[in-house]
């Protein structure tokens, strides 16, 4: 395996990598910086939590800095690398990782982005950044306001393009990227790469060079894909069973709507199920309330509608419910990539009700794989329907797994806040999956995992 100093780093930047304690580069970082630093425009199909922030942010730091200057003049910082990502939670941190990486040369970085008033930000660009992160909105904003001028931009990064795209913010990026110059390099990141992406590669990347990380959780062995089939009106009664008679600690449940997730939230209490919701409509300082609650368990549920969980440095849990389905196949790719990290292995639960039977065809598509059904008795809906969800596999009746987990020693706090390690990690990563069979004998799943980040605990 090879270190940073092989991938042709220079040593400000080596520092600031041997300062965060990361030791070897993950797969996307040892793939990815030397094609950025050689110049190419770049195609990757990389998650949050591969490391491909440093993927970009390193070659991008290194080729700013024979440009970089130790001058007060704004002028001579001028915006040179343009980031855009689709929330504010992942603009924050890929800023506060350019700044991480950035210590040790003389490159500015800010991050703009909405829901907060304007002004911090106007005078942060006043003072001159060569490095803008941005959600699209906010930045039209700024271009509105001639805070921000694009003259100098070489750089552009589209990270996440794909959750991009879904929250409808294509005509935006498609007039930021109308205002650059025309010679750039161009790096799109994405998990999943709808034909909606591909055209928009097109469109933007010239001759580019592509590397694929393997979508960890779509293929990865580590997950174990369940469903309970249940009817409609059953599955709160269903999921407060689940998270009781498994004392799970730590859970992140989805929901598809703002209105969903406050009820469901609101219901598990009553239920004396310690919960909080997070989405769209909650301000952004709640929003990290509720969060910090989690990672700190004090609250053993979060119920996160999918535009809410994006971004979000949550990573590495033990399981993950599906109370409702995602319309979008991609977003059960997004929403399992929250368990079975790096190496460890996780849990994807949908409480499958018979109208979500379509979207269940769709998202089995996708991955690949046919997810388990395990009927929990009392909780399934009527004959007829059953038998739809059920196919033509062999039913299998059970309870959930009746296991008491374990309470973390630490209450989470290690997941999120340990770097990056690669898949040897545990003695688990090695070992095939386990074989459905045997699911219910299978070890629980630690809650302590590797992603996360030293800076943010
Ligand atoms: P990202 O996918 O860029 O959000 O990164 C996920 C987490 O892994 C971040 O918290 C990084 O600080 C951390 N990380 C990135 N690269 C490495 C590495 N080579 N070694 C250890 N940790 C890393």
Do not use: C, W
């Not at 506060?96 to 490159?107: C, G, M, N, Q």
């Not at 829901?115 to 911090?120: E, L, P, Q, T, Y």
């Not at 309870?399 to 309470?407: K, L, N």
Request: proline share 8%.
């Amino acid at each position: 395996m090879s270190s940073f100093d092989e991938l042709g780093l220079i040593p400000p930047l080596l520092q600031a990598v041997g300062d965060l304690g990361y030791k070897i580069p993950t797969p996307v970082q040892q793939q990815a910086i030397p094609l950025v630093l050689g110049g190419r425009d770049l195609m990757a199909g990389a998650q949050t939590g591969t490391g491909k922030t440093a993927a970009f942010a390193l070659p991008i730091l290194q080729r700013l800095a024979p440009q970089s200057s130790t001058s007060t003049s704004p002028a001579r910082h001028p915006v040179r690398a343009l980031v855009l990502t689709p929330t504010r939670e992942l603009a924050v941190q890929v800023a506060e990782s350019f700044r991480d990486y950035a210590k040790h040369v003389p490159i500015r970085s800010t991050v703009v982005y909405g829901g907060v008033d304007m002004n911090a930000q106007i005078a942060e660009l006043r003072r001159g950044v060569e490095v803008l992160v941005a959600t699209p909105g906010r930045l039209l904003d700024h271009v509105q306001n001639k805070t921000v001028m694009f003259n100098q931009v070489s750089v552009l990064v589209l990270d996440e393009a794909d959750r991009m795209l879904d929250m409808g913010f294509l005509p935006d990026i498609k007039r930021i990227i109308s205002l650059l110059p025309a010679e750039r390099q161009n790096l799109l990141f994405s998990a999943t790469f709808p034909d909606e992406i591909r055209t928009l590669a097109k469109t933007i990347l010239k001759n580019p060079a592509e590397v694929q990380i393997a979508a960890r959780n779509a293929t990865a062995e580590l997950v174990t894909h369940v469903l309970h089939p249940v009817a409609r009106e059953k599955k709160r009664d269903l999921l407060a069973y689940i998270i009781q008679t498994r004392g799970l600690k730590q859970v992140l449940v989805f929901t598809g709507t703002t209105i969903g997730a406050n009820r469901l939230a609101h219901q598990l209490r009553r239920d004396h199920i310690q919960a909080d919701a997070i989405h769209g409509d909650k301000t952004q300082a709640e929003r990290e309330a509720a969060l910090a609650d989690f990672k700190a368990g004090k609250i053993a549920v979060l119920v996160a509608t999918d535009v809410a969980s994006r971004g979000l440095d949550i990573e590495s849990l033990p399981q993950v419910i599906n109370f409702d389905v995602p319309h979008s196949p991609e977003d059960y790719v997004h929403r399992i990539g929250r368990t079975g990290r790096a190496g460890l292995t996780g849990e994807a639960i949908s409480l499958v009700a018979p109208e979500d039977m379509e979207t269940l065809g769709a998202i089995e598509r996708l991955i690949k794989k046919r997810i388990e059904r395990v009927l929990v008795p009392g909780f399934q809906p009527s004959g007829a329907t059953v038998a739809a969800l059920m196919g033509d596999e062999p039913k299998r009746k059970s309870s959930p797994p009746v296991r008491r987990d374990r309470p973390p020693k630490q209450p989470a706090d290690p997941i999120f806040s340990s770097p990056y390690e690669p898949g040897q990690a545990g003695a688990t990563a090695a070992q095939p999956a386990p074989k459905q069979e045997t699911q219910q004998k299978r070890k629980q799943p630690q809650v302590a995992a590797l992603l996360g980040g030293l800076k943010r605990a």
